[in-house]
């Protein structure tokens, strides 16, 4: 069955700078967290980093060609925190700035909407070695950042995110350690969460008042469902654990000013929330225009019976998986945005991130099917019509990612690109999902009649 989408849906696509730039050391650009940490051994897969990546940095207009070519009307993208200050603080590096001046004039010299996400996790090396996100003081830092970087181009880019995932950058950064900059310690993740969330607000309250036209200022959650495992209490609570750490935990104080009170209870045995000063939470809660959301996959949780107070298990997948392992669930996605919906805000909500890596490669004939990737982004498209028909203010969809990319500590290993790219010889080659996107953007519709 066809299913046509709201007049103006946005239809967009995404990366991130650390993961397609490449140019690690080219334009003054300085080094970050995740630079620091690709080149630890033993933190990526067969030693992965980022210091080509997907050489965008070099190919910029031929990638933007791509990108009108297959009839994008969106492109999100991060700014690398140190191309522009070094350092983390003081000095703009002009060539840095000068870069995304470029990559945005570029868009909209092709009517593609620029979408500009400010932080995607390379914190400039200074300031982790200064205390990182756990120190109050990056809130200052990363607001002097988001001024810099909106008084360039917040004349010209209509659609801002302060932060991408601010769970991951917390707690996958300080909580696991499997991201930069490696430290696992819950305490310091709950922290580093704190001040993620202050100086998403306080960027915010700065952007304003530098006062830019139209550009529209918000933040991308990473957000998880979680479901409970069977009917037993202990499931019951275990998977609310988890939902409130994943997703109230910063729902909440963007939206009600508060942290969840089983959350305060939950990580009393490690920290009594005293980093949260008068106001902290105001600003946290400052007015946003629009929220981001990345959808992936949802978890089904029990209880640990080992720890059943704090403790929980996430059960393995019942269904078909991506590459990633991860469970295919489109409805899990619908059934997401109308709880953001009806607990939440009638804001416009953005899919800033969904798709999904697939065993990929070139054939004998050159080309590259992924009927696998095709499917799963029929049913998830299908998914979002439908949250939109139950009333959500679903306003666009970016697909992740445009190009496969540098996938963290999985390195080069997970294709996640609509585009196949050759590492070797930088040599883009448009995916079967690519070509069937461009007819779904073209149709505004899904499922050609
Ligand atoms: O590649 C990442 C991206 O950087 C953030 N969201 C999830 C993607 C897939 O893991």
Redesign the pocket.
Known sequence: MQVTFPDGFLWGSAT?AY?VEGAATEGGRGTSIWDTFSHTPGKTWHGDTGDIADDQYHRLDADLDLLAELGLRAYRFSVAWPRVQPEGSGAVNEAGLDYYRRLVDGLNRRSITPCLTLY?WDLPQPLQDAGGWPDREIVGRFTDYAGIVYGALGDQVPMWLTL??PWVAAWMGYGNGKHAPGIANEAQALVATHHLLLAHGSAIEAMRSIGSGDSKLGITL?LTPARAAGDDPADERAAARVDGNANRLFLDPIFRGRYPQDMIDHYRPVSDFSFVREGDLETIATEIDWLGV?Y?FGNRVAGDPSDPERGFVVLPPEGNTTAMGWPIEPDTMASLLERLDSEYTKLPIYIT?NGAAFHDYVDPEGGVDDPERVEFLDAHFRAAHAAIENGVNLRGYFV?SFLDNF??SFGYSKR?GLVFVDYGTQTRTPKQSARWYAEVIKDNAVGRA
């Open positions: 991130a993961q995607h991408n995932e990473n990345n992936y991130e992740w996938e963290w996640f």
